[in-house]
């Protein structure tokens, strides 16, 4: 049934005292029921040959009574321990068997597992086992490796600690950020490598710090894991000084352009028209010079105007405050912001009663934006404005449709003072957005699926 075990079976420990009451064994259980199991046989068969009627088949001798008795004897001695070596011999090469998977040998394989008996259904869970192990060994140790090269390879620096705050994990992008090797470095302690105040306070923040590997803008964020039942800390420290300079470097490019377009449409016509007053008065003076002279002042200064307004628009977008939230019934919001709309009437499709908490001021604001631009659209082409919300999971939508023509350039709604508009300032969906992520939301604008005109969903969280 099985194979030979790679050593001898240990040998049976002794029965405990009797008078101990502990059990015994599962050999010397196995020994005592082999004895006692032949015993009532034995003793029939000594009956029968030393009855005096059945010694004058041995011709009223002893001898061969006695060679009888001591056969039987014998036999019945030799197949108990023999059924007691089987026994130990099987259970040792379960235990070399248990004994190799316990120090991660799963090659062992017992022979003739089956589950007709007991020993063969031991011998198959056995074989089980260990092909079960080895495949989680396996997957384990592949997963061990993709995790190690992606720790290796991420630039985010990735320090572990134990319980007693020693570094046990280092990766080269930790290593780098303090100037070290990693067999340096491993061993050490948070307070000497000077990473303690790191796992302290928030666990996500941003901070300005000097390292050894250079000054920057980190994130540095930090959590607890356990290994072997022991807590362990893990910092994670990224450097956001070049994502920073390039968002900033963008924001600065989005800024010159959209300040130079607007300025040189305000200062290109009024050097033109300063050019033509200038030479106005070098001229003999015509008879209407002076309604000349009104009429180009008067575009000059509704050029200054228009030029002052776009500055206060920009201060304005700069400039949101944050918001103040209070807990706001979300279908009195929508009524207030549907009355004020007087060009159309806006279809309300009420959903559930909830409440959000938000600055109601903010927000109302943005459903004003969005209904302005949807009856705008909707006049147009002759159609109808509905507003809504629904609950998703733990989200508040409220979306708006109309029937309008739909949006034509998508890409740059949200851009500061673009606009399809006349006359549009261009920062009603931007400063919508902004709001919207102040309020830990987003707000989407696109076309209606198989429908005519465009729709906004505007998305708050409930908690």
């Known amino acids: 049934m099985a194979s030979e075990p790679a050593g001898p079976p240990p040998a049976p420990r002794p029965p405990a005292d009797p008078a101990s009451g502990a059990p015994a064994s599962p050999a010397t259980a196995a020994l005592v029921l082999g004895l006692a ?3 009532p046989a034995l003793a029939v068969a000594l009956v029968l040959i030393w009855l005096p009627r059945n010694r004058l088949l041995f011709g009223q001798g002893t001898g061969l009574a006695l060679l009888l008795s001591a056969a039987l004897v014998l036999a019945w001695l030799w ?48 074989n089980e086992l260990s092909v079960s192990l080895r495949q989680r060994r396996v997957t384990g ?20 600690f134990d319980d007693e705050e020693r570094l046990r994990l280092v990766n080269p992008a930790a290593a780098h950020l303090l100037a070290s090797s990693p067999d340096r470095l491993l061993g050490q302690t948070a307070v000497e490598l000077e990473l303690a105040p790191m796992l302290a306070g928030p ?19 930090h959590a607890q894991f356990r290994e072997e039942g022991r807590p362990h800390r893990l910092l994670m420290i990224s450097d956001l000084s070049q994502p920073l300079r390039e968002e900033e470097r963008l924001a600065w490019y989005r800024l010159i352009r959209v300040l130079g377009h607007e300025i040189n449409n305000s200062l290109a016509p009024v050097m033109s028209l300063a050019d033509s007053l200038a030479g106005l008065l070098e001229q003999p003076q015509a008879s209407d010079w ?20 776009f500055m206060s628009a920009y201060t304005r977008l700069a400039r949101l405050p944050a918001p103040d939230r209070r807990q706001v019934e979300v279908r009195a919001m929508v009524q207030q912001a549907v009355r004020l709309e007087q060009r159309l009437a806006v279809e309300i499709r009420p959903g559930p009663d909830v409440s959000v908490f938000a600055d109601a001021d903010q927000i109302g604001q943005v459903l004003i934006n969005l209904l302005r631009n949807a009856v705008d659209a909707s006049l147009a082409a002759g159609g109808g404005v509905q507003i809504g919300w629904d609950l998703r999971h733990s989200w ?12 034509a350039a998508t890409q740059n709604l949200f851009v500061p003072f673009f606009t399809t508009k006349p006359g549009g300032s261009g920062i009603g969906l931007v400063l919508s957005r902004q709001i919207a992520e102040a309020h830990g939301g987003r707000l989407t604008l696109g076309n209606r699926r198989g429908l005519r005109g465009a729709e906004a969903r505007l998305y708050l969280p409930l908690d």
């Open 37 to 39: 199991a032949g015993l």
């Open 79 to 126: 197949f108990t321990f023999a059924a007691r070596r089987r026994t130990l011999f099987a259970l040792g090469t379960f235990a070399n068997m248990l004994a190799a998977v316990r120090e991660g040998d799963y090659s062992v394989r017992a022979r003739g597992a089956s589950y007709d008996d007991a020993f063969g259904a031991l011998a198959a869970e056995i």
């Open 141 to 160: 140790v592949e997963a061990g490796a993709l995790l190690d090269k992606v720790v290796a390879a991420i630039d985010i620096a990735v320090f572990a």
């Open 203 to 221: 666990a996500s923040r941003l901070q300005e710090v000097t390292f050894p590997g250079g000054p920057g803008r980190w994130d540095i964020r």
């Open 290 to 309: 002076k309604e000349d002279m009104a009429r180009g002042l008067g575009v000059i200064s509704d050029r200054a105007a228009a030029l002052n307004r």
């Open 396 to 407: 508040l939508e409220i979306w708006v449709t109309d029937e309008g023509p739909g949006l």
